[in-house]
C-alpha cells in the first residue's frame, strides 16, 4: 500500500528565509505526487504536482519540488519566505491514473513565518 | 464556475442523531471523494465515487454512507452521529483522464462537532 510521511508537523521560519517542507511516499509503482496548501478556514489547493515529465516540478507562488526516485521523497522548497506563505501543508500520492478519487495523504506540516 | 460546493458550513448534531452533508460540482468531474481531516492525521479518504451510479469505500468508510444518483452531487450521510466523527469534512471532485493527472479540487470544508 502506498503511504506519505511528512517530517515535522511545525516548521517555522523567518521571513526570507529558504522554505524546507520534507515528504517520503511509499509506492510499488510510479506514483503520483501533490503538494497542496491550507490556508486558515479554507479548502485545499494544488501547488505543484509530479507526474514523470520533469523531475523538477514548479508550482504557484514560487514553490518547487524535486522528486528523487533513490530517496524516495518530494521536499517542497521555496527560496525566501513571505508572511502570506503561512499555512498548512500537505503532501499526497495518487494510487494512479484510473484511481482519481483516491488520494493518501501526509499529515501535513504547519509552516509559520516570523518577521 | 463555482467549483465545488459544500453544506452546510457549520453544523452541531446530538449522539444518535442523522444528517447528510451535501457536496456538489459543476466541472462536469467524473470522480468526487469524501475526506474528513483531523489534527496530525492529515485528511483520510471515506467515501469515492468514479462516476454516477458508482461508489466505493475508502480508509474509514464506518459510519458515513454515499450515493452517487447525479454526476454534480454526492451526498455524505451520517446514520446514527458519534463524538468520533467530530471533524472537518472536505468533498473533492477530480476529472480522472490521464491527462490531468488526478488534480482534485476541493470545496471549502463542513466543520462538524457531534455532542
Known amino acids: 500500500a502506498q503511504s506519505v510521511t511528512q517530517l515535522g508537523s511545525h516548521v517555522s521560519v523567518s521571513e526570507g528565509a529558504l522554505v524546507l517542507l520534507r515528504c517520503n511516499y511509499s509506492s510499488s509503482v510510479p506514483p503520483y505526487l501533490f503538494w497542496y496548501v491550507q490556508y486558515p478556514n479554507q479548502g485545499l489547493q494544488l501547488l505543484l504536482k509530479y507526474t514523470s515529465a520533469a523531475t523538477l516540478v514548479k508550482g504557484i507562488n514560487g514553490f518547487e519540488a524535486e522528486f528523487k526516485k533513490s530517496e524516495t521523497s518530494f521536499h517542497l522548497t521555496k527560496p525566501s519566505a513571505h508572511m502570506s506563505d503561512a499555512a498548512e501543508y500537505f503532501c499526497?500520492?495518487?494510487?494512479?491514473?484510473?484511481?482519481?478519487?483516491?488520494?493518501?495523504f501526509g499529515q501535513g506540516t504547519e509552516l509559520s513565518v516570523k518577521p | 464556475n463555482a467549483g465545488v460546493t459544500q453544506t452546510p458550513k457549520f453544523q452541531v448534531l446530538k449522539t444518535g442523531q442523522s444528517m447528510t452533508l451535501q457536496c456538489a460540482q459543476d466541472?462536469?468531474?467524473?470522480?468526487m471523494s469524501w475526506y474528513r481531516q483531523d489534527p496530525g492525521m492529515g485528511l483520510r479518504l471515506i467515501h469515492y465515487s468514479v462516476g454516477a451510479g458508482i461508489t466505493d469505500q475508502g480508509e474509514v468508510p464506518n459510519g458515513y454512507n454515499v450515493s452517487r444518483s447525479t454526476t454534480e452531487d454526492f451526498p455524505l450521510r451520517l446514520l446514527s452521529a458519534a463524538p468520533s466523527q467530530t471533524s472537518v469534512y472536505f468533498c473533492?471532485?477530480?476529472?480522472?483522464?490521464?491527462?490531468?493527472?488526478?488534480?482534485?479540487?476541493f470545496g471549502p470544508g463542513t466543520r462538524l462537532t457531534v455532542l
Open positions: 499526497a500520492v495518487s494510487e494512479g491514473w484510473n484511481q482519481g478519487g483516491k488520494l493518501i
Open positions: 473533492a471532485s477530480s476529472n480522472g483522464l490521464a491527462g490531468l493527472y488526478n488534480e482534485q479540487f
Open positions: 466541472m462536469n468531474h467524473e470522480y
